[in-house]
């Protein structure tokens, strides 16, 4: 097959004019472009702005779809259900009624322990817990790693914000629109999270990797102090995060470096909470809460290394 | 050229809306970038870039449909839905438009493989491009490993979106 004709126009005059003024304006148009792209260097959160309107717009869409997955995702269980429903339903009442006597005492167990945590003066950490939320997309096709979330500025969320799931950390909160938010998940190659090791406070940071895996890095210099299977949390450290969140469990060792997976997976939560800053938290609640909180991280890094 | 097979037939005397000769394209590449509203929490970049497919596949089915400035409006909605820092698919879409123009002139022979080839050319550019732009606007060291498989599978993709976007040319332009 030969090429296709030629978009040069022959001698009109005009239409050569209007060949050339597209390209100038393509050419303009791509500068211009690139020269956004330089501002977000410098300012990577400063056109948040112009996706507002969108996110907002395309909200409705992604939610429904969303209900709409997990509402497919869940027929298999609501059919078995189904299947044995009278015995099922005998064996749940007299579980029912075992459980109601647990309950019962649970209740006056959570009474004591409000009574004596008054009587130490200890902050309630719940106080940290903004809302619930759904995540409703993601970016899929780029390299960046966001999900976007069903809340916004309306609800209270506001950017630097911890997200987590009951399972562990998801990330924070990056933009915030009218009632939709992106968060920066805890893979994103740009989300450095302060860590340590559950069991005796080993101090890392990790780095996701943006494949859904995470870099952990010793603070300790010397050699890597990480096996296989060990738990890390948050350190609290840099006042974002609470301390002590579940962050990731160690898979590998490469030398100095030791690669995580998560322990929330973002594509499989129902549902996310949206915490205040941690420094917030804090400096929220009564002076004395303050040292009490930080006391025993810093004791964590000093033995460490 | 009448097909009974054919679902749609032009009919004598009967032309296509100027709305569907125009829209149906920008819509269906806005349609493509806006693939992102599925609620997939993707844990790595593996949705093929359907917005940059679209339009190369309607510049090389219809060369005379646009010029080559449509890549700046069409690039900065895709910048808008994929959480790239907005610019990047502006610059990379009109410069892949701007590059298209200048290798077809000195092609001698064309065919759905060289079409082919010139898509996978500007796929790799474009991905690539983008991670690079992610990088440098706060994204931390990017592995460029890391959208190799989304390049390769965005490339064999390419055959399968031609036929359907042919399947919508021919709905487009027969009335």
């Given at each position: 097959m030969a090429r296709p004709p030629s978009r040069r126009p022959g001698h009109n005059r005009k239409a050569q004019y209007s060949l050339f003024a597209s390209y100038v304006v393509a050419m303009t148009g791509a500068a211009v472009g690139l020269l956004l792209v330089i501002v977000a260097i410098f300012?990577?959160?400063?056109?948040?702005a112009i996706r507002t309107g969108t996110s907002e717009i395309t909200r409705p869409a992604s939610l429904g779809l969303r209900n709409m997955v997990s509402g497919v995702s869940s027929i298999d269980e609501v059919l078995a259900a189904y299947w044995r429903a009278g015995s099922q339903n005998v064996a749940l009442r007299r579980q029912v009624e075992a459980d109601r006597n647990r309950i019962i005492e649970a209740k006056a167990v959570a009474q004591e322990n409000a009574r004596l945590k008054k009587l130490l003066k200890?902050?309630?950490?719940?106080?940290s817990e903004l809302l619930t939320a759904r995540l409703i997309s993601?970016?899929?096709?780029?390299s960046r790693r966001f999900a976007r979330l069903n809340a916004g500025r309306w609800q209270g969320v506001r950017p630097g914000m911890p997200v987590r799931a009951p399972e562990g950390l998801i990330g924070r909160i990056h933009t915030t629109t009218p009632n939709t938010s992106e968060v920066l998940l805890l893979?994103?190659?740009?989300n450095i999270v302060p860590i340590r090791r559950?069991?005796?406070?080993?101090p890392a940071i990790s780095t996701g990797l943006g494949d859904g895996t995470l870099e952990i890095r010793s603070?300790?210099?010397?050699?890597?102090p990480f096996s296989p299977g060990d738990i890390l949390v948050t350190?609290?450290?840099?006042?974002?995060y609470q301390p002590n969140i579940p962050v990731a469990v160690v898979v590998r060792i490469e030398g100095e470096i030791a690669y995580g997976v998560p322990l929330a997976n973002p594509s499989k939560v129902d549902a996310v909470v949206v915490e205040r800053s941690f420094e917030e938290a804090v400096t929220r609640?009564?002076?004395?809460?303050g040292p009490d909180l930080a006391a025993p991280e810093i004791a964590g890094n000093a033995t460490a290394p | 050229m009448i097909d009974p097979h054919l679902p749609y037939v032009s009919r004598l005397g009967r032309h296509p809306s100027r709305f569907r000769l125009i829209g149906t394209p920008i819509i269906t590449v806005m349609l493509g970038s806006a693939i992102?509203?599925?609620p997939v929490i993707a844990q790595?970049?593996?949705?093929?870039p359907f917005g940059l497919l679209l339009l190369l596949t309607w510049r090389l089915l219809r060369?005379?449909?646009?010029?080559?400035?449509?890549?700046l409006p069409l690039g900065l909605f895709d910048d808008i839905m994929s959480?790239?820092?907005?610019?990047s698919a502006m610059f990379l879409w009109t410069v892949t438009l701007i590059g298209i123009d200048a290798v077809e002139h000195r092609m001698l022979w064309r065919s759905y493989r060289q079409d082919w080839l010139i898509a996978a050319a500007a796929i790799i550019f474009c991905v690539a491009g983008g991670v690079f732009f992610a990088r440098i606007t706060?994204?931390?060291?990017?592995?460029?490993?890391?959208?190799a498989p989304q390049m390769v599978w965005t490339i064999l993709l390419f055959p399968f979106v031609v036929r359907q976007c042919a399947r919508v040319d021919r709905w487009r332009v027969m009335a």
């Open positions: 300012d990577p959160t400063g056109f948040a200890l902050v309630d950490e719940d106080q993601s970016s899929s096709s780029s893979t994103d190659s740009s559950a069991a005796d406070s080993v603070l300790a210099a010397g050699r890597n350190s609290g450290v840099g006042g974002i609640s009564e002076p004395a809460a | 992102t509203i599925l790595a970049p593996v949705m093929p060369p005379e449909l646009w010029r080559t400035w449509i890549g959480g790239q820092p907005i610019g706060g994204g931390g060291d990017i592995n460029p490993q890391l959208v």
